[in-house]
Nanobody, 120 residues
Framework: QAQLQESGPGLLKPSQTLSLTCTVSSGSITTSPYAWSWIRQPPGKGLEWMGTIADDGLTYYSPSLKSRTSISRETSKNEFSLQLISVTPEDAAVYFC????????????WGQGTQVTVSS
């Protein structure tokens, strides 16, 4: 079983950059056929996929967030990270990291999520 844990600051001011890290236990982030995603859920809204980094390091982003989002990884630490620049109050959400199994076509393991608030 994979275990994922998000970490990062929970409170930001508008225009700041959100940086979150997902630490993965029990399984390498470079192993096929898995990919690793960031997903968020604003209050009262549904889940929103933000982007994914595949086992080969290729990245894929939501078109609506692509200009502000960057996903990277640190293989030596078995971690992957999210950066979202120029945050606004609309970026307030619970942010999740998840493992995507390409054989299933679905996210099969999730972190517990971390609350991010954006307020001046």
């Amino acid at each position: 079983q994979a275990q994922l844990q998000e970490s990062g600051p929970g409170l930001l001011k508008p225009s700041q950059t959100l940086s979150l890290t997902c630490t993965v236990s029990s399984g390498s982030i470079t192993t096929s056929p898995y990919a690793w995603s960031w997903i968020r859920q604003p209050p009262g809204k549904g889940l929103e996929w933000m982007g994914t980094i595949a086992d080969d390091g290729l990245t894929y982003y939501s078109p609506s967030l692509k200009s502000r989002t960057s996903i990277s990884r640190e293989t030596s630490k078995n971690e992957f990270s999210l950066q979202l620049i120029s945050v606004t109050p609309e970026d307030a959400a619970v942010y999740f990291c998840a493992r995507h199994d390409r054989r299933l076509g679905a996210n099969d393991y999730w972190g517990q999520g971390t609350q991010v608030t954006v307020s001046s």
